[in-house]
């Protein structure tokens, strides 16, 4: 089925438009602009940059997809933004494009970014990701898949966001948050573990039990965190998602919220 783009949009030759996009009125794309199959713009919805869409994404009135990066380093390097498909970006939601020559600010697949959300340059997100209204990714944060981020939350670039974690509304995120916890504060600290996602995701009862073993002696037991990492490897059932765990916690550079 052909695109039906509406009179007043401004979409010049160099554009891409895939087959059945609806591109509604007053929406402006750039010349580098590629959209998949089937994305909708429901009006006032700007893309520039050198930006790929992929299939089935819905843009709200207002979303700015693509911008040019707000870092000051940037200094005309040609960059990009790539997301994926059926995504979801509500009113005023806005992404910007990475700031080095050749990076590329990444969004995956079946996320949701409610009103006012913003993703900074080079952040790079996974799949069924949730951010409430007004949650803010400062440059260079990663968010791992089935994440959510509370309204009004603030995260410090360079952070990342574990799978499957939650952070609570008008938190400040100046550390990463380890996979399958929930943070919460100002600054966010790791309170407990996030049951409600583990469940909504089907993480099974033997994992959501290792997981609490783990919650505990990384946070609630006073050890260092490699004497809690050293306790859960000697101690705790290597089930894949203790070692995912693990691995995020290890490889931290900024330390975790504790």
């Not at 990444?106 to 993703?119: E, K, M, P, V």
């Not at 600290?189 to 583990?198: D, E, Q």
């Amino acid at each position: 089925m052909s695109s039906v783009i509406h009179p007043t949009a401004v979409v010049p030759r160099g554009a891409q438009v895939g087959e059945d996009c609806q591109i509604g009125p007053y929406c402006v794309l750039g010349d580098q602009v590629t959209l998949g199959r089937g994305c909708r713009l429901h009006s006032h919805v700007v893309m520039d940059g050198h930006t790929t869409v992929g299939d089935g994404n819905e843009f709200f009135p207002f979303a700015c997809i693509g911008l040019k990066t707000q870092d000051l380093k940037w200094s005309g390097a040609v960059c990009a933004t790539h997301i994926g498909d059926k995504n979801t970006f509500r009113e005023y939601s806005t992404v910007h494009g990475a700031t080095a020559e050749g990076a590329t600010t990444r969004i995956g697949s079946r996320n949701h970014f409610l009103a006012y959300t913003h993703i900074a340059h080079d952040c790079t997100l996974g799949d069924g990701i949730i951010m409430s209204n007004v949650a803010t990714l400062a440059g260079h944060v990663s968010v791992a898949d089935h994440a959510v981020i509370g309204g009004l939350a603030a995260v410090h670039q360079f952070c990342r966001i574990g799978k499957m974690a939650i952070i609570g509304g008008c938190s400040k995120v100046v550390q990463d948050v380890p996979p399958f916890m929930l943070a919460d504060g100002n600054p966010a600290s790791t309170r407990t573990l996030n049951k409600v996602g583990l469940e909504r995701n089907g993480v099974g009862g033997e994992a959501q039990d290792a997981l609490k073993q783990c919650y505990k002696l990384l946070f609630r037991d006073g050890l260092t965190v490699a004497n809690a990492l050293a306790q859960i490897e000697a101690a705790v059932k290597p089930l894949p998602e203790v070692q995912h765990l693990v691995a995020f916690v290890r490889a931290s550079e900024r330390g975790i919220s504790k």
